[in-house]
């Protein structure tokens, strides 16, 4: 059975940083496609970043520069760099896992999901 669970999120002022972090369990390849998720209250849920088995990186445009977004594959663990942080930034951040083998060029589904942590950044 596959576990995300992430950590990390909290309350921070505008320009201020946070790390948040993804432990997975119940699968062990890298292979997959994984990335970060956030969504604000009233707002549609969108994509931050994500990454690839080779490494390779996107991110949302709002977010370039700004964060991060890294995986330790001995540890089975995701995680986003934060900083310079906005009000906007605001929302519950989801990790998500699309099935193995599956390259993020290919768009694909993201069929496992955190529980959510949540970021406040005020002004």
């Known amino acids: 059975q596959v576990q995300l669970v992430e950590s990390g999120g909290g309350s921070v002022q505008a320009g201020g940083s946070l790390r948040l972090s993804c432990v997975a369990s119940g699968y062990t390849d890298s292979s997959r496609c994984v990335g970060w998720f956030r969504q604000a209250p009233g707002k549609q849920r969108e994509a931050v970043a994500t990454i690839d088995h080779r490494g390779a990186t996107t991110y949302t445009d709002s977010v370039k520069g700004r964060f991060t977004i890294s995986k330790d594959n001995a540890e089975n663990t995701l995680y986003l760099r934060m900083s310079s942080l906005k009000p906007e930034d605001t929302a519950m951040y989801y990790c998500?896992?699309?099935?193995?083998?599956?390259?993020?060029?290919?768009?694909?589904?993201?069929?496992?999901w955190g529980q959510g942590t949540q970021v406040t950044v005020s002004s």
């Open positions: 998500a896992a699309a099935s193995a083998n599956s390259p993020c060029a290919q768009n694909p589904a993201f069929i496992y």
